[in-house]
């Protein structure tokens, strides 16, 4: 396959997900994963589109509606493997699913 070159304004024509650079740089981010680097990104791209359908609860916290099975697909990964990044999310403090709904948070 051969790939041609960017021309221009052509690089603004593709879709991004933001990892952010603490996540290069800070403990305890900078041990995660890349895919649960990556996962974050997918998931707080996710979470601007929550809040479009309402999806905030009694206490204003955003949510997402997502399964492993359905993200896994998207973002053409095992299952098992999107799991295991959303168990290190959590055990990092970044997620939290509570009854179907995921939580993502922020840090400062």
């Known amino acids: 396959m051969k790939f041609e070159?960017?021309?221009?304004k052509q690089a603004e024509q593709y879709d991004?997900?933001?990892i952010p650079k603490a996540f290069m740089?800070?403990?305890p981010f900078k041990k995660m994963s890349a895919s649960a680097k990556i996962l974050y990104a997918v998931l707080l791209e996710k979470q601007q589109e929550?809040?479009?359908?309402?999806?905030?609860?009694?206490?204003n916290h955003v949510y997402i509606m997502v399964d492993t099975e359905k993200l896994s697909s998207e973002i053409n990964d095992?299952?098992?493997?999107?799991?295991?990044a959303m168990k290190e999310l959590e055990q990092v403090g970044l997620l939290e699913v509570e009854?179907?709904?995921?939580?993502?948070?922020r840090f400062v």
């Open 16 to 18: 991004y997900l933001y």
């Open 78 to 84: 095992i299952e098992a493997d999107v799991a295991e």
């Open 25 to 27: 740089k800070e403990e």
């Open 99 to 105: 009854d179907k709904k995921v939580y993502l948070k």
């Open 50 to 59: 929550s809040v479009k359908m309402g999806w905030i609860d009694e206490k």
């Open 5 to 8: 070159y960017i021309y221009g």
